[in-house]
């Protein structure tokens, strides 16, 4: 197929931490497609240079809350992935802001595809739509039926929820040229894997303490995780299979869902970390549960008094504290049942990608020697 005769993919948030690796994944794996268009505010050169002999790596650079934008992103396009969204739980960016990009974003979306006739959209919802809710409910092996008291009061699961319900609502209108508009919406759990941000942040915490992770959670709390990949992997064949069974998959949504086991975040993180040196303090929680929400309610105080003079946002906060203390894991065979998905790539490859970019985090990172000097490791 010579480049031109294929179809037009446009993946918003393409040059994200899972968007980059989508964008990948379809110029590897999708012979469908002539063009893919990457549609973010910032634009990552590097995906440029991926484009090929069969498939043009577009770069657009534009705001998703800007309707102008995305409608000039989605001309004569055939297909949208929809992944951009401000994934911020620590106070980083104001409660408006994180609305009008997820929600009032997701609804630019949804009108350029209705003025632009795109009949095919997949959006890229969360675990966190359906929680773990800060009642401590747990979530345990559930699937995309289970029974669970919804409970949003945080800016980001409040705007995730809404936008899968626009975009599920969505599902069957008409679009320009009398055709209909297609949508279904995939909840990864907890994404790890090659480029995770916050994975740096832990990296980087455990070398100014000596390569020493100091457990603060129950080992018993289960927290769903699914690697990258496998989230691209299955984007990709929800896009597929969403135009050969629209009515199967339309209107429907997913759990992202891979063989990675089921531990406590610490612990799934160390499956990592281990492989650099790090080890984990304690068996079980080195300090009581009241003590970490006083200093989770200690770092609110403090990101509130630094407010306008600097972005002060930790990782503990009493949302973060809650959701991490709170067992959500997921257990279910829909998107194989509707769509055929098998995860891409198993725990033990996943394993493997992830320590190697982690190890390559000690490579590139000019001040870590610094840091490991100071700290004087403590578990040699
Ligand atoms: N990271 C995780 O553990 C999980 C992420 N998700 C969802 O997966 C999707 C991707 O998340 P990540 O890759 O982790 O986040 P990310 O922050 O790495 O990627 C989001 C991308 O959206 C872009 N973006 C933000 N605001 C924009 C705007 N106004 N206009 C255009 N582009 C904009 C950013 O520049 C970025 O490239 C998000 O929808 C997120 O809600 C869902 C479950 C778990
Ligand atoms: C108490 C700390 C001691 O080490 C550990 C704190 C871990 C938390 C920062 C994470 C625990 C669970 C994570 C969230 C979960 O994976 C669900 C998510 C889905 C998304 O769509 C975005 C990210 C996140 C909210 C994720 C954020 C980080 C945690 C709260």
Known sequence: ??????????????????????VRMLLEHEKNISEIRVFDL???????????????VRLISGDISRLADVQEALHGSHLVIHTASLVDVWGR????KITEVNVTGTENVLQACKEEGVQYLVYTSSMEVVGPNIHGDHFYRGNEDTEYRIYHKE???????????????????????????????????????????????????????????FRALSPAIEHGRVYV????????????????????????VY?????????SYEDFNMEFLSACGFKIIGSR????????YLLALLNVLLQWVLHGFITYAPILNPYTLAVASTTFTVQTDKAEKHFGYQPLYAWEEAKMRTITWVKSLEVSGKDLKDVDEKSNYCCS
């Open 42 to 56: 910032h634009l990552d050169e590097s995906l440029r240079t991926l484009s090929n002999d069969r498939v043009r």
């Open 229 to 252: 990949g496998n989230v691209a992997w299955m984007h990709l064949l929800a896009a597929r299979q969403l135009q050969i069974h629209p009515s199967t998959l339309g209107g429907q």
């Open 255 to 263: 759990f992202c869902y891979d063989s990675s086991p089921y531990k």
């Open 155 to 213: 800016p980001y699961p409040l705007s995730k929820a809404k936008a899968e319900k626009l975009v599920l609502e969505a599902n069957g209108i008409k679009i320009k040229g009398g055709k209909m508009l297609y949508t279904c919406s995939l909840r990864p759990t907890g994404i790890y894997g090659e480029g995770h941000e916050l994975m740096k942040q832990f990296h980087r915490q455990g070398l100014r303490t000596g390569r020493c992770v």
């Open 93 to 96: 960016v104001p409660a408006s």
């Open 1 to 22: 197929m010579t480049a031109g005769s294929g179809q037009v993919y446009v993946v918003t948030g393409g040059c994200g931490f899972l968007g980059s690796h989508l």
């Open 285 to 292: 929680p080195l300090v009581p549960y009241f003590l970490l």
